[in-house]
């Protein structure tokens, strides 16, 4: 079994800005096809990326509406989580973008 330092290493080796804005797209609207057109994927590019992400987070983050496999009811615990995180990592890679 991983120990939690194991955990970690795998998530910082592993982990990708394409999955911290798939999954603040998908975060924030709620529609994994809404997502995909936002971020100019295919609706099953994101569906992959976000299962990526869930892999190596090791469990899921986005509760799927039980009515399509497309809709979103929410995130879980763990993905409001890494949510706040990942919308951070990406302010700070903006405002190194506007610096520069």
Not at 51 to 66: H, M, N, P, Q
Not at 78 to 88: V, Y
Request: aromatic share 0%; with cysteine; proline share 2%.
């Amino acid at each position: 079994m991983k120990t939690p330092a194991d955990l970690r290493q795998d998530f910082l080796r592993n982990v990708q800005l394409r999955h911290l804005r798939c999954l603040v797209a998908v975060a924030q609207e709620r529609h994994l096809a809404r997502a995909a057109e936002r971020l100019a994927l295919s609706q099953p590019a994101v569906s992959k990326t976000l299962s990526e992400l869930e892999a190596i987070v090791g469990t899921r983050l986005v509760d799927r509406s039980k009515a399509g496999r497309r809709g979103v009811q929410g995130l879980t615990a763990a993905g409001e989580q890494l949510l706040a995180h990942a919308l951070r990592v990406l302010e700070a890679l903006d405002a190194s973008a506007q610096a520069v």
